[in-house]
């Protein structure tokens, strides 16, 4: 009887472990699957609150993840107003991010103008990393969030915007 019940004591501590497992690894830093400085196109589409008017912009710019939550953004683009006018801008972002088990992924922060003429709040994207780690999927938050464009010399808007874009690893870190 005596090896009977060590040996059932022994099965119950493997039980205990597995079953334990998986919670255990709910705890990883899933942050740690990206990681490293990818380059990105994004377009966006946004509608103001106030007036209904909708503007298109377009960005090309890096982004750098430091593979624990945070990441740091520049990016040059163009402002398409209604009417024949466009505005090109450059601006710059520190970011949080949250990687989950399935590789999805969503980063949001505040947006500079190198000229510190404009600060966007609110901005979120949300993404899936590639089986390789080396290309990301990029589209706005669903359902759209608001953002907030402020202008430095007093004002502000809101806007719901559409996103869609694509980001590829030029660096590992």
Known sequence: MRIHWSLAF?????LALLVAGPALADGSNYNEMLKGKYRFSTSKTCTDTATGSTIHLHFLGTTTYDGDGHAKLTER????????FQ???EETAELTYEVKRNGSFSQEGTFTGTDGSTTVTGAKIVGQIGAEGSVLI???AIPAVRETL??????YTERFCAASGTAVRIRPE
């Open 77 to 84: 683009g163009t402002v398409f107003l209604p009417g024949p």
């Open 10 to 14: 022994t099965c119950a501590g493997y």
């Open 138 to 140: 990029l589209s706005n």
């Open 150 to 155: 402020t202008f430095a010399g007093g004002g």
């Open 87 to 89: 505005v090109s801008f």
